[in-house]
């Protein structure tokens, strides 16, 4: 009989442990994963009273979606033209958005409450996009409208989410703390449009904006604009924008470092023109340091060969003027680590036939043991090469020998084959490739025809990546010739170089100036391998 009881308890124990377990699957049922992710924006199903109504009069707006929402940045997304004393409150209530007029609002007037991005879904934020509501509270709406195209002042590219805005010229506020009411994003082909305006002169400007506050932030955003104001009486298209990045009114650094490698780093608000450095103390530092600019002259690098200071002051010029004095401090128990590497402009694993093998090192070398750099040819050592120091840039050197096609090539540095500065030696590295097929590199003719021979253009040849290839000033009717370039497709950027300098002069908000014009030739120039292909170019009027 006790058996016969402990199999029953048995039999229960198992069966509470199954319904116990199914239970538990039951209770932690999830949604299914997986699915195409969500990319739509909430969808408006109603609007009370409706969009675009007259003789307005309610209290109250209320907008439903497809979808739950939230409402998000609203005091910079939401705005009301005119403006009201009393912004309206926005409150989201289920799938509904309430708008709850908190002012009195004047006769026979068009109000516009511009959502900006302020409304997205829950889950993924997808945002809906120039969304505004209309109403008047007299028999008519305002009509008047302002269309056109924002693009890139450089690539002639349109710009997407470009910020669109007018200022009422009373009110221009531009180099102010408010933000505008009536505005509008481009879409994905750079086109706007601003709907429902009232007759008036306004200001008007295209903004690509880093931080999305609206407001004009000149060290990192762009602009562009028109230097005359708009008079609204009619529906205006075509009013077309260039945005472009202004420099710097006034000279910063932006950054200064003593880097771990000893090496000390400066990155600057401006391009100088003809810059120069001095160590002003102490100023025996001056004699033995090494300096080298960036390309377009926005940042610095500075070696000291005596890092024994307990502080150092630099003094940055341009064109001989002082522009600012800085002080670089370190810690008297400070050590540095410092690796000697070196990059190459190789292609791959393929060097261009028509130009040496350029080695660049990361920190100036004082000197070379050619014994300890070796060559092989298909693994055979070979002898007769040169190693040269570019006598524009200290940081390089050009490694010269016959190389011949269908070979691969082994250079190998050792261990101290290399010295630089603070007697850093360079650890063993090895650099295999071949020399790439001639065949594989064409040529491009191209006759420049400019609309006046009195006037300077810069020529600059655009590659696949969007890098400048090639750049050149032309003045006169020219022939080109574009030879060894590797296969490809290429475009040419022509910039109207108005005050013959030989570089783009970008624009000026305050000063009303437009950057200097850029025209890209549309026409794709593909260079064929062992082909030369000849064009005509003729450059538009400005």
Known sequence: MAKKRIVINSLNFSLLIF???????????QQPQGGPRDTEPPKI?????????????????????????KIQNEFKEFSVSPEMEKAPQLKVKGKKLEVSIQDSLEKNTTYTLNFGKAIGDVNEGNTVKNFTYVFSTGPQLDSLSIKGKVTNSVTG????????????????TLFGKGKPSIFTLTDSSGNYALNNLRKDTYKIYALKEKGGDKIYQQASDEIGFLKDSIFLDKVLDNINLSIFKEDAETFRILDRKLNADGSISFAFNQKLKKPEVVVTDPPALN????IKFSRNNDSLKVWLKDLSFDSTKITIKDQGKELQTVNITRGKKETYTRNLTAT?????RLLN????????????????????????????????????????????????????PKKTYELKFEAGAATAIFNTKNKEFIKTFELANKDDYGTLIVKIVPPETDKSYILEVINESKNVA????????????????????YWLRITYDTNKNGVWDTGNVKLGRQPERIWNEPKELSIRALWERNETVTIPKE
């Open 19 to 29: 319904i116990s377990m199914l239970f538990y699957a039951c209770a932690s049922m």
């Open 45 to 69: 199903l109603k609007m009370s009273p409706k969009n675009l109504t007259v003789n307005f009069t309610a209290p109250k707006i209320v907008i439903e979606f497809d979808e739950y929402f």
């Open 157 to 172: 590219l349109p710009e997407l989410d470009a910020l669109v805005f007018i200022l009422p010229l009373k009110r221009d």
């Open 287 to 290: 004699e033995g340091k090494l």
């Open 344 to 348: 190459d402009n190789l292609e791959g």
């Open 353 to 404: 036939p028509n130009k040496p093998l350029k080695l660049s090192f990361n920190f100036p070398l004082e000197s070379t043991d050619i014994t300890k750099i070796s060559l092989l040819e298909d693994s055979v050592e070979r002898t007769g090469f040169t190693l040269l120091k570019d006598s524009a840039d200290f940081l390089s050197y050009y490694f010269r020998y016959p190389w011949k």
């Open 470 to 489: 090639n750049t050149l000033v032309v003045t006169r009717d020219t022939t080109v010739r574009f030879a060894n370039y590797k296969a490809g497709k």
